[in-house]
């Protein structure tokens, strides 16, 4: 449980995959620490993970750290439950239909092809900024409606500024990482209310948000738009970020994958923006994606819930009011779901396979029903990688040179620690 108050707060926030990884093949599934004042009961593997997933169970009010509800909203939708936290989700899940899904490809193909063509005209470099840049690029269009021909890196930066302060110690000084945050934050709440009342945002998920409307007429205000934008980015930026470079990451490591990958493009493919009909039918793209979802240190846990009850798990007590999470990574790395689970394996998880796994297996982002705390992003997210992949692949040849692409241990969503060396060439 660690030293008093603090507890493990420290080991967690420097590490928390390989934090959880080590708790759980110690003690088990299910296991407690102390962070912050706070026990907190950790879920791993697909049966525990769809008990704290239950809703009957733990309740998301008030479970997240202060700070934290600080810097997105406390009205934000992973803080919300019940009733007002259903009729906010189901709104903004009209932002990750598949119409929705089909209207952002061309501009987010934009916005792959300004990158890769700067890379491809500047030989061998160092590409982990522009990832970030892509990343925070894809955001910035789906939410504001930017010019995906532009990159906006004041915007950029104070979102980056934002982010490392959210993992700081939260003390609001002007010259504290968490006191910069929240100025950062502030220049963002501007930025975000000026796209809303500005833009009407057709072809962006901004326009689908703006569009919502549930079974009784009702809509986002623009206060709400406002707070889920926010989020939003925050949710999609790491996200995006991380999973396009652990795609380039594979796809340097197995050149044989890339060549497999390229052959289903060129059949799929034609020669502008992928389209969502064909997309789907890269079922080789759509295995390796979930795989790097799986295999690749992403997100380490779900949002923080709180019993709503005294329960049970396997003998253990937990009482009501303690704190709970899903740990995903430990989930994802879970050597009796997965056979040799730290081995990244192209075919893994393919159609028929994903198909054969239990509930609470393949958790990346979340699990439950959608409409619960699942992530809202993860139609987007699994159509975006496998349509890089194979965008990519049928475009440009990658070149790796030896690296260490061991994740930098630090926080969430660790990127390779060499900073991704690459030499990309226009296919010839
Ligand atoms: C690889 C990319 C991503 C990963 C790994 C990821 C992962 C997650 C995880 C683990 C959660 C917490 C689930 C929980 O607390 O039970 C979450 C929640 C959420 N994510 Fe994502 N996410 C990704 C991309 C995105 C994108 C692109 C969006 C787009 C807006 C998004 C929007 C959200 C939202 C709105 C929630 C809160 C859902 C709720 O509490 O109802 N995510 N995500």
Redesign the pocket.
């Known amino acids: 449980m660690g030293v008093p108050f603090v507890g493990e707060a420290l080991k967690f926030l420097k590490d928390p995959f390989a934090f959880q990884l080590a708790r759980t093949r110690q003690h088990g599934n299910v296991w407690k620490t102390r962070i912050l004042g706070d026990t907190i009961v950790f879920f791993a593997g697909p049966k525990a993970f769809e008990f704290f997933?239950d809703e009957a169970n733990f309740t998301?009010e008030n479970g997240s750290p202060k700070f934290m509800q600080a810097i997105l909203h406390a009205d934000a939708?992973?803080f919300l439950d019940g009733d007002r936290?259903k009729k906010r989700?189901r709104l903004?899940l009209a932002a990750f239909t598949q119409d929705a899904l089909a209207s952002y490809l061309p501009g987010m193909t934009r916005i792959f092809e300004r990158f890769a063509n700067t890379w491809a005209a500047g030989g061998e470099q160092t590409i982990g900024g522009d990832l970030s840049q892509l990343g925070f690029d894809v955001a910035d269009m789906l939410f504001a409606a930017a010019d995906p021909d532009t990159s906006n890196t004041t915007t950029a930066g104070d979102f980056s500024t934002m982010i490392k302060g959210t993992f700081s110690p939260p003390v609001n000084l002007p010259f504290t990482a968490y006191g910069k945050a929240i100025k950062a934050r502030d220049r963002l709440r501007v930025y975000i209310k000026d796209a809303v009342a500005t833009k009407d945002g057709a072809g962006t998920a901004l326009g689908y948000l703006k569009a919502a409307r549930g079974p009784g007429g009702e809509q986002l205000t623009p206060q709400e738009l406002e707070i889920e934008l926010l989020?939003?980015y925050f949710?999609?930026h790491g996200?995006?970020t991380?999973?396009i470079t652990w795609l380039l990451v594979v796809l340097g490591q197995h050149p044989d994958l890339a060549a497999r990958l390229r052959a289903e493009a060129d059949q799929v493919l034609g020669d502008g923006a992928p389209t969502l009909a064909q997309v789907k039918q890269l079922a080789n793209a759509r295995a390796v994606s979930r795989e790097v979802?799986r295999a690749y240190p992403?997100?380490p846990t779900?949002?923080i819930g709180v019993a709503k009850k005294d329960l049970e798990w396997g003998g253990y007590a937990i009482r009501a009011g303690w704190k709970g999470a899903?740990a995903?990574w430990a989930t994802l790395q879970d050597g009796t779901t997965f056979q040799d689970p730290t081995k990244f394996d192209d075919a893994r998880l393919d159609d028929r396979n994903l198909g054969n796994l239990p509930h609470g297996a393949f958790v990346?982002?979340?699990g439950g029903p959608v409409d619960g705390?699942?992530?809202?992003?993860e139609a987007?997210?699994q159509m975006a990688m496998p349509a890089f992949l194979g965008w990519f692949t049928k475009h440009y040849d990658l070149a790796f040179p030896a690296q260490d692409v061991t994740p930098a241990g630090q926080g969430l969503g660790p990127l390779p620690r060499s900073g991704v060396r690459v030499a990309i060439t226009k296919r010839r």
């Open positions: 997933m998301r939708v992973p936290h989700k903004l989020h939003f949710a999609a996200g995006l991380a999973a979802l992403i997100a779900t949002f899903g995903i990346p982002q979340g705390h699942r992530c809202a992003g987007l997210i």
